[in-house]
């Protein structure tokens, strides 16, 4: 595609970001027929799931003791993971509490996640930023990006905001949801070496080494709250391991400071599990993520917003296009995740209107950026919920840009992808 051409494009719906949100959406927009483009600021597709190592797909089951996990998605999102998990040989696994959860490979969810994104559709575009939007009475009629090509504009019937940090609300002078301090965000990395097959015994020895290390004021450990490994990572000798940083990102504050604090994090935290934990004394860095992992940021005001309540109540609204079954997981000033749990056996629905901007006509949002309090997006914000919510709110643009009611998308979205 020449300059030329890209200085001025069109489609029916545009997706701000290719995580796992933007894939759910490419799959409902391939669904419904609609055209659409996809942009990242990043160099690959995955948001989070990727660029920053997330490890494991939570919020796909129900929680529960079983033998076997029981799905909370269903539909072309359960079949994602589905998929996932065969490309990378990984099945689920079952942690405290009777969480659920599935461990994948980094390049096995990139391998399943391109067909949505590329394989169904040539206009995708990576390292381009929105930089501003022109809005009129019938919604977005234009959005300004920057990209390696130069400048160029894009005219879209709808407009799905799946990057986090409500970047299209804000361009376009909508209300935000905002908090003073966000909740502690995690960097991961990878190590070679490990002298151990056994994680049941490599994450108890990190921790405990950690917490001797903040009990006699170590300066080596000062940034670093918790520490783990990622599950099913443990395998000929290469662990993933997760650290929860003490420093809870404020609003306004600089992700590229963020980024470096977690990277030097990293770094100093591998020489000190090099001293401290035997399995670990020869092991060597094979990567770090290039991304911290953000848990949460400002998010946009949407026609409703879910509620803690809402959550915990396992409460199923007749507009519930989206489901959530993870428990509220807050990382706020305590050693650890405060935990608030659904019923077992039990989800909640997210309605239509927590997708949909209640200033904005036709600007839709999912993923950790939906219209939810922070307590209620401690749940919805990880991946099972964003892909669940990446479908719905494509579904809803979809319907939107193609003149068909919402009523129908909402009927559609229920009778495909709910749980009955």
Not at 14 to 32: K, T
Not at 150 to 159: K, L, Q, T
Not at 170 to 193: D, H, M, N, W
Not at 283 to 301: L, M, Y
């Amino acid at each position: 595609m020449t300059h030329q051409r890209m200085e001025q494009e069109r489609c029916d719906v545009l997706i701000v970001g290719g995580g796992a949100a933007g894939y759910g959406a490419a799959l409902a927009l391939h669904a419904s027929g609609a055209s659409y483009m996809i942009l990242d600021r990043a160099d690959r597709f995955g948001g989070k799931a990727t660029n920053a190592m997330v490890g494991t797909i939570c919020g796909a089951f129900l929680r529960s003791h079983d033998e076997q996990p029981r799905w909370a998605l269903i539909g072309q999102v359960r079949d994602f993971c589905v998929d996932v998990m065969a490309c990378g040989r990984t099945v689920p696994e079952r942690g405290a509490n009777g969480l659920w959860y599935i461990p994948y490979r980094i390049d096995a969810f990139n391998e399943v996640a391109m067909m949505p994104l590329i394989g169904f559709n040539e206009l995708t575009r990576l390292r381009t930023t929105v930089v501003s939007c022109e809005v009129d009475d019938r919604g977005i009629s234009r959005v300004h990006v920057e990209s390696p090509t130069g400048p160029y504009a894009i005219s879209p019937g709808a407009v799905i905001d799946c990057a986090g940090g409500a970047v299209v609300s804000k361009l376009c002078e909508a209300a935000v949801i905002t908090e003073q301090q966000y909740q502690a965000p995690s960097q991961v990395f990878f190590l070679g070496g490990i002298r151990t097959d056994d994680a049941r015994t490599l994450a108890p020895a990190m921790m405990r080494a950690l917490m001797r290390a903040t009990e006699s004021g170590d300066e080596r450990v000062a940034a670093v709250k918790h520490i783990g490994i990622l599950h099913g990572s443990l395998r000929d000798g290469s662990v993933g391991v997760k650290v929860t940083l003490r420093h809870r990102p404020e609003q306004g504050e600089d992700l590229n400071e963020l980024n470096a604090l977690g990277h030097r994090t990293a770094l100093e935290i591998i020489e000190f599990l090099r001293q401290q934990v035997e399995a670990c004394s020869e092991c060597t860095i094979k990567s770090i993520a290039p991304e911290i992992g953000v848990r949460t940021e400002q998010r946009p005001v949407g026609k409703h917003i879910l509620t803690q309540t809402e959550v915990l109540g396992a409460q199923k609204p007749t507009d519930g296009v989206a489901v959530g079954a993870w428990p509220i997981e807050h990382w706020g000033d305590g050693p650890g995740a405060d935990m608030q749990w659904l019923p077992e056996g039990e989800h909640y629905l997210i309605p239509a209107g927590a997708l949909e901007s209640a200033a904005i006509e036709g600007l839709y949002f999912a993923g950790r950026g939906i219209s939810a309090s922070e307590m209620a997006i401690a749940s919805a914000r990880v991946i099972g919920t964003c892909l669940s919510t990446g479908y719905a709110a494509g579904m809803l643009a979809a319907y939107h840009a193609l003149g068909k009611s919402r009523d129908e998308a909402i009927a559609r979205l229920r009778a495909e992808q709910l749980p009955h």
